[in-house]
Nanobody, 125 residues
Framework: QVQLVESGGGAVQAGGSLRLSCAAS????????MGWFRQAPGKEREGVAA????????YYADSVKGRFTISKDNDKNTVYLQMNSLKPEDTAMYYC??????????????????WGQGTQVTVSS
């Protein structure tokens, strides 16, 4: 059974940092792409970042470029999202997603069939 488990969310003040983790399990093969998405109350789920698990390619939404960094540990089947210079508008539930075959990776939610339960990030001003 495929499972994605996020952790690392919390409450921080503007300008602070958080590091999210997403551990994947139950896949027979290595996933091609894993991504981070977020959804604020009353808003659509939007893509934040994605990473190609077979190489070093990364993809970011314009709103987080230069502040967020996605990385991976293939041995642990885990991806990370380092979030720096956080802003109140980054407040949202953050979700991890994965796809076995997607290529190239995207930050489009409809491209990912597998999702975690989410971890809340709250940034206060």
């Amino acid at each position: 059974q495929v499972q994605l488990v996020e952790s690392g969310g919390g409450a921080v003040q503007a300008g602070g940092s958080l590091r999210l983790s997403c551990a994947a399990s139950g896949y027979r093969y290595r996933t091609n792409c894993m991504g981070w998405f977020r959804q604020a109350p009353g808003k659509e789920r939007e893509g934040v970042a994605a990473i190609y698990m077979g190489g070093s390619s990364t993809y970011y939404a314009d709103s987080v470029k230069g502040r967020f960094t996605i990385s991976k540990d293939n041995d642990k089947n885990t991806v990370y999202l380092q979030m720096n210079s956080l802003k109140p508008e980054d407040t949202a539930m953050y979700y991890c997603a994965a796809d076995l075959w997607l290529s190239p990776c995207t930050v489009q939610k409809y491209d990912y069939p597998d999702w975690g339960q989410g971890t809340q990030v709250t940034v206060s001003s």
